[in-house]
């Protein structure tokens, strides 16, 4: 049996680093219910198959699968996603044009990629890590353009969809949390 309490840390750290590095405790964004439209309207290359349902399986085999989704997939997709944030904000926070769409188009990248990889094994974490990740890719296809024109309005519709993924990847964080309980 694979014991996930250190994996479900790992995870909902991952996630709260990934909240600083989009820059989280500094200023308002939008709830994620409130960009939750706009997030779910972002199309991805393709779909990955639906996550399966924990229903009928017992808590054990649950927390398994779980910990090893988080061990191959979860933490690695986390680590990618907070090494390809990070720049994108610093660039934002202080206005450095320069390199920021060569970042954002990386973060689209990034996002893409990892939109391939298999389905979380809970269909309502599943939900609000493919929320998250379409975000993500919003943010970043906005960005690029408002990087490229130097739109600070642009980019501040990049930072509020940034905001709206790190809602997503708290709730998801917590769903983890209540899944290895």
Known sequence: MIIIMG?????????????????CSGGPGPSPQASAGAA?????PSTPAPAPTF?????????????????????PDTSAI????????????RLDFADL???CTGLAQVVVTLQQHRPVPD?????????????L????????????????TGLHRTGNAMMAAVGEFTAFATRISQLSS
């Open 101 to 103: 769409p060569a970042r």
């Open 137 to 152: 890719h919003l943010a970043a296809t906005t960005c690029v353009p408002a990087a490229g024109r130097q739109d600070v």
């Open 7 to 23: 994996g479900a840390a790992r995870a909902a750290a991952a996630a709260a680093v990934a909240c600083l590095a989009a820059g």
């Open 55 to 75: 229903a009928a399986t017992p808590p054990s085999e649950e927390r398994a699968v779980l910990g090893a989704w988080l061990d191959e997939v979860g933490n």
């Open 40 to 44: 779910t309207t972002s199309a991805s």
């Open 82 to 93: 907070t090494a390809a944030v990070r720049p994108v904000v610093t660039d934002i926070q």
């Open 123 to 135: 269909a309502a974490a599943e939900t609000q890590w493919s929320k998250a990740l379409a975000d």
